[in-house]
């Protein structure tokens, strides 16, 4: 079964305002990966976070991995309509990538 | 740089029928996963290929299977197809293995009828 879950599974927000999607795993985590999916596309890597409290920030972007590494965040301050899609965070063990249950994202202008 | 073609991107076949999917990853790259994404189970790993070795494979039945040639390229095969194969099958390409930033191609869309 999916041993990484994130939440919301939707969120709905209007332009400018902000959004956090969240990530939990039942397990240690080695690092954790970030993708993007817009609609009809495919997974684009948006990070990867290794140490323990890491944040790191990609211009709105802002992620963090949780001090025990087994939870990590994405926030997205003031939305914009490309923001749009839906939101993984990814585990790898060993040779194999297990994806989060997804977080989709839509924005209203 | 190119990046990660597959082909065919669109696929409708019969139950009991079998497919190939093919994938050429990103020139250098010698890992190749392959995921199936449908809406009720999500993003699921199938397997990964490394230098034409499987190095790992996720809880699919035996009839999916893959392999990897020397050049990289990679393929994946379902035989005796059910409903339940219908989905976006998606491989991503990397320099090394999961640990690594995966790069998607744009996958094949299997329906089966």
């Known amino acids: 079964g999916q041993q990484v879950m994130q939440i919301p599974q939707y969120q709905h927000v209007q332009e400018g305002e902000d959004f956090t999607t969240y990530c939990n795993s039942s397990?240690?985590?080695?690092?954790i990966q970030w993708y993007k999916q817009r609609p009809g596309g495919h997974p684009v890597f948006l990070i990867q976070?290794?140490?323990?409290?890491e944040v790191k920030k990609q211009k709105r972007l802002t992620f963090q991995f949780g001090e025990a590494k087994k939870n990590s965040s994405l926030h997205i301050t003031a939305t914009q309509t490309t923001d749009v899609g839906t939101y993984f965070c990814?585990?790898?063990?060993?040779?194999?990538?297990?994806f989060g249950t997804g977080t989709r994202l839509a924005v209203r202008p | 740089k190119a990046g990660v073609t597959q082909t065919p991107r669109y696929l409708i076949k019969t139950r009991g029928q079998q497919v190939t999917l093919s994938c050429s990853p990103i020139?250098?790259?010698?890992?190749v996963s392959w995921y199936q994404q449908t809406p009720g189970q999500g993003l699921q790993f199938l397997f990964e290929?490394?230098?034409?070795?499987?190095?790992n494979k996720g809880n699919f039945p035996g009839r999916f299977s893959g392999r990897q040639f020397s050049n990289s390229r990679s393929e994946m095969n379902v035989s005796t197809l059910e409903l339940g194969d219908s989905a976006l099958y998606l491989c991503?390409?990397?320099?090394?293995?999961?640990?690594?930033?995966?790069?998607f191609g744009p996958g094949t869309r299997l329906t089966v009828t």
């Open positions: 991503a390409s990397s320099l090394a293995g999961a640990s690594y930033e995966q790069y």
């Open positions: 397990t240690t985590l080695s690092n």
């Open positions: 976070l290794v140490k323990s409290g």
């Open positions: 990814v585990k790898s063990s060993g040779d194999k990538l297990t």
């Open positions: 020139s250098g790259h010698r890992s």
């Open positions: 290929y490394f230098s034409e070795t499987q190095r």
